[in-house]
């Protein structure tokens, strides 16, 4: 079983749609990332939060570290926003040499 | 800013062909770190680097080596290509081991 878990791995939504991506991890943590991947292109860090709730746009991301999962939520969703989503762990320990563990990423289409 | 800025963006190479991925950043950071990205997995973590004249192995270190004489940039060299070393290769940088990650454009190679 893969450590960090997306769902859905892929999801089509009209524009204009509530858009929520979910992540559970299944190790202790100190911070998790939410990034970004157009086609074709390179990776954006959209957040990084240990806890709570963060915004920025339309866009939120909310951890609940007892419960061991995370979503991040795209309101009024556009075309634009098409791209793979990729969450990432911060282990407090292995996980790789850089402590990161990703999650193979949730591609999203929004249509006009 | 160019932040992170990957050379070169594609490159095809024949198997037991050798070449180098440079991987240059202008924020100062401490930590530089090389991944592979291929389909249906996760970012994997080949090499990194704390600091000028350091590096250290990854998860997938095999077939690689790295390089950090300064601060600004990482290179990453294949030897002898071969095709499973067919991928997409992303950089990144951090100021701190658990800070925020900043990523290139990606390097997609292709070994004949």
């Known amino acids: 079983k893969n450590e960090v878990e997306q769902s859905p791995q892929n999801l089509t939504a009209q524009e204009g749609e509530f858009i929520t991506i979910n992540c559970s991890y299944s190790?202790?943590?100190?911070?998790l990332h939410w990034l970004q991947q157009h086609p074709g292109g390179g990776i954006v860090s959209l957040f990084m939060l240990s806890s709570g709730k963060k915004k920025h746009g339309r866009l939120i991301a909310t951890i609940n570290i007892q419960e061991k999962h995370s979503s991040l939520h795209i309101t009024a969703s556009h075309p634009r926003d098409s791209a793979v989503y990729i969450c990432?762990?911060?282990?407090?320990?292995?996980?790789?040499?850089?402590?990161?563990?990703f999650g193979k990423g949730t591609h999203l289409i929004i249509q006009p | 800013n160019a932040g992170v800025t990957q050379t070169p963006k594609f490159r095809v190479l024949k198997t037991g062909q050798s070449m180098t991925l440079l991987c240059a950043q202008d924020?100062?950071?401490?930590?530089m770190y090389w991944y592979r990205q291929d389909p249906g997995m996760g970012l994997r973590l080949i090499h990194y680097s704390v600091g000028e004249g350091t590096t250290a192995k990854g998860e997938v270190p095999d077939g690689y080596n790295v390089s950090r004489l300064k601060k600004q940039n990482f290179l990453l060299g294949l030897e002898s290509a071969a095709p499973s070393q067919t991928s997409v290769y992303f950089c990144?940088?951090?100021?701190?081991?658990?800070?925020?990650?900043?990523f290139g454009e990606g390097s997609r190679l292709t070994v004949l």
């Open positions: 190790v202790g943590i100190s911070a």
């Open positions: 990432a762990v911060r282990r407090y320990s292995g996980g790789g040499a850089d402590g990161l563990t």
């Open positions: 924020m100062n950071h401490e930590y």
């Open positions: 990144a940088s951090s100021p701190r081991g658990a800070g925020e990650l900043f």
